[in-house]
């Protein structure tokens, strides 16, 4: 059961600032036809669904261009909202994150001084938990890491992810560069469909996906000693 007014103020704090008018007029049709009717995704004809969901923002109250419709679903999916599965004959199967869903948008509420609070992308130290943390395999392949090979990865790129054990995770090289700006969830899938992960690693890693945007993922206290 969605928390409608938690998810509409998280939605009006955090996430809607961080997008443009057409981005949140996307967002929201979305989230009207997808998880408002009990969907985990849902398949929309944009090239229709444009002249409903966004009409008077365009020039002249027109309704935004097809053209600007793919364009900015891209962004949204860029910025961790929406991941586009597919695209399909009745259009594109698009599955939306609520605000509680996407990593690093939300602060995570703390003490002073506690593990929500420490930067662990710029702070030596702090990315060598992460590193520990993830018992210094890849997050996304399970490939074993070496000091030389891995790289500090932002599940949700900036501006909307943070630098928080949330959104941040090990991983090497080469699925730092094939995923780029995609979502972890397009990652994996890509990495499954070719067969560099098998089924049982692909569930494995969504549920541990799962786990770190609810915070369930915090790293020890203390790095690998042996890479400083």
Known sequence: MIDLDREFKDFQDWLAPRLDTYEQAIYLYILRHGPLQGLDAVVIGFKSARKKMAFGIGEHGKPMSEGSVYKKLTSLAQKGAVTIVGSER???RVRLLLPSQIPG????????GTVAEVDFFTEGAARLRIVAREGARCFYCLRELTPESYVIEHVVSRPIGDNTFRNLVAACRE?????????????LRRLYQKRRISADIFDDRLVALDQLFRGQLVPPDEPLRDWM
């Open 175 to 187: 699925c730092n560069n094939s995923k780029d700006s995609d979502s972890a969830e397009d990652h």
């Open 105 to 112: 948008l939300i602060p995570v509420p703390g003490p002073s």
């Open 90 to 92: 009745d259009g594109t």
